[in-house]
């Protein structure tokens, strides 16, 4: 079997952690893997299947012999680095925001649009965690029931914003358990026993702007420009896991039976709908899985052929690395590496 050399540019952070260890559980044909970060980082070494790899500063001459760059060093170092590496014939998947909405960029989740990748030029998004999710629990009913209109209210854990700000919430927590005061540096306000509706910056139109992207990635993923999407995304105190309420109206009527036989044969979602004994999804239970979760399936009540459901994944896992790894397996298995 051919293998590869892979580069993670990021790879102290949450998520280039998480693409280590994918990449040792799913067994990923690697020949090479280069760890870059920044000068903090570099020269110190990771463990990788019992051998150690040194973490390797990024400059413009990494990405020579690379076949596969996975980037998560935030969006200003893929919108530097990305065209090095292309240049260099890497191809790269990349998980910032930086590139997701340029027409010639395939966005990809792989249970959905996997034959988007047939047209990349050397570059592929990973659509942001929470469009990712929405995505899988809409797309399988949208097949056979064309969604219409979705309201989506999202709360999203900190490791959203990085291995940082998990410290913040724990420290936060300490001090005011303790009496004491904090001082917010991550968030604009105290994150701990409180909950912020402001994800990103705020737009001219009064979404934030990643509520503006639960929009436009969710359609351009599924391939629906057509949906009309209206998002609230709410910043939590949880450390992993992105939980969403979808209130959708589809074109023709669906009974919560019919959309759990359609969810439960999906490929990458899980269905947990028990209300009689308190089983629905949580982000406690979802850190560390790979599916997405999916329960408190019912009528929405205020629609005539309306569904409210409860969405659940580990953001850093399916939302991020996991789903990136899973474009570079199909980009092998279909020859398009
Ligand atoms: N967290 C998520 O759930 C999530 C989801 C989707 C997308 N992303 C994307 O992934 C990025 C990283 O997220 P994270 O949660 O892993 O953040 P993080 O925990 O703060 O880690 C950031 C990583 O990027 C490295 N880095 C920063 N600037 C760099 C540069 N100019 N050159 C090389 N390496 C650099 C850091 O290296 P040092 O150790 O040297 O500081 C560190 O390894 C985010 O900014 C976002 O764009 C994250």
């Given at each position: 079997m051919k293998s590869y050399a892979v580069a993670i540019v990021g790879a102290t952070g949450l998520v280039g952690q998480e693409f280590i260890k994918i990449l040792q559980q799913r067994q990923f044909p690697l020949g090479n893997l280069r760890l870059f970060t920044t000068?903090?980082?570099?020269g110190k070494k990771v463990s990788f299947s019992y051998q150690d790899v040194l973490l390797e500063e990024l400059h413009?001459?990494?990405?020579?012999?690379?076949?596969l760059a996975l980037f998560s060093a935030g969006a200003e170092a893929s919108c530097h680095f990305v065209p090095v590496a292309m240049k260099d014939g890497a191809v790269v998947l990349d998980t910032t925001a930086a590139f997701r909405l340029e027409e010639s960029v395939p966005l990809v989740v792989p249970e959905i649009n996997?034959?988007?990748?047939?047209?990349?030029?050397g570059l592929i998004a990973n659509p942001c965690c929470i469009a990712i999710q929405i995505a899988m629990a809409l797309f399988p009913i949208h097949r056979v029931n064309p969604v219409r209109r979705v309201i989506v209210d999202s709360y999203q854990a900190v490791s959203g914003s990085g291995a940082s700000a998990m410290e913040e919430l724990s420290l936060q927590a300490r001090l005011i358990l303790e009496g004491k005061n904090v001082i917010p540096h991550i968030y604009p306000h105290q994150i701990a026993f409180n909950l912020l509706p402001e994800i990103d910056v705020f737009l001219d139109n009064g979404y934030s702007k990643e509520e503006w992207r639960i929009v436009r990635e969710t359609r351009k993923i599924m391939h629906a420009p057509e949906i009309a999407i209206s998002a609230t995304a709410v910043r939590v105190p949880v450390y992993i896991g992105y939980s969403a309420a979808l209130h959708v109206e589809f074109s023709s009527k669906i009974t919560p039976e019919e959309a759990r036989g359609i969810l439960g044969a999906s490929p990458g979602v899980r269905v947990l709908d028990d209300p009689s004994v308190s089983l629905y999804p949580q982000p406690w239970v979802a850190a560390g899985q790979d599916d997405v979760f999916v329960g408190?399936?019912?009528?929405?009540?205020?629609?005539?052929?309306g569904l409210a459901l409860w969405v659940v994944t580990d953001n850093v896992r399916k939302g991020t690395a996991l789903n990136a790894v899973q474009i570079a397996e199909t980009l092998i298995e279909r020859g398009w590496l």
């Open positions: 000068d903090r980082s570099a413009s001459s990494s990405f020579k012999h690379v076949d996997p034959q988007d990748l047939r047209r990349h030029s408190r399936i019912r009528e929405d009540i205020s629609l005539p052929n």
